[in-house]
């Protein structure tokens, strides 16, 4: 079994991103940011071998936190960007993306995806270690029966997705 470091690069290469708006100036603008991605990060940079700018942990996401073109964010007026956008949920924030094309914007969302499909296993294992340790947990209705977990239904709705079913 092949085993990958967590700081392998995946995938490298320059994308736009939009500003979160934090700043003293709290401007979305786009810039040009070049990006490396591991098993567990998409780290930023202002160019190839420069500084870290940023980076957004991965690895609380799952299939369902990778957007294709949102429909929130489509290109209006002259932005540095292009049209090919996706957006990443993070656990903590929605990052919004752009790559420069079409092909370009579908190898890099196969690349985060294949990320986000392994986190998807290690959520599984973890879970499942876990419920072995753990007691059954009681029905809320008290008829045997409890409600599925946030966690299960993302789950499910992951596991839709894949076999093409919504």
Known sequence: MHCIDDNTTLK???LFKRGSG????????????YFRLTRSTLAYYDHQGG????????????????????PDCVKT????STNWRMA????????LIAAATE???????????????ANEGLLERSRASIMLKSKPRESIKGDGARPPTYFEKATLQAQK??????
């Open 51 to 70: 500084a870290e700018k940023g980076s957004i942990n991965l690895l609380g996401c799952v299939c369902t936190d990778l957007e294709l073109m949102p």
């Open 77 to 80: 007026g002259s932005s540095a």
């Open 161 to 166: 997705t894949r076999s093409g079913v919504v």
């Open 103 to 117: 092909a370009d914007m579908l190898d890099w969302a196969a690349a985060l995806h294949a990320v986000f499909q």
């Open 12 to 14: 490298a290469g320059t």
């Open 88 to 95: 990443i949920h993070s656990p903590g924030r929605r990052f």
């Open 22 to 33: 934090e700043g003293l100036l709290h401007r979305r603008n786009w810039k040009a940011r």
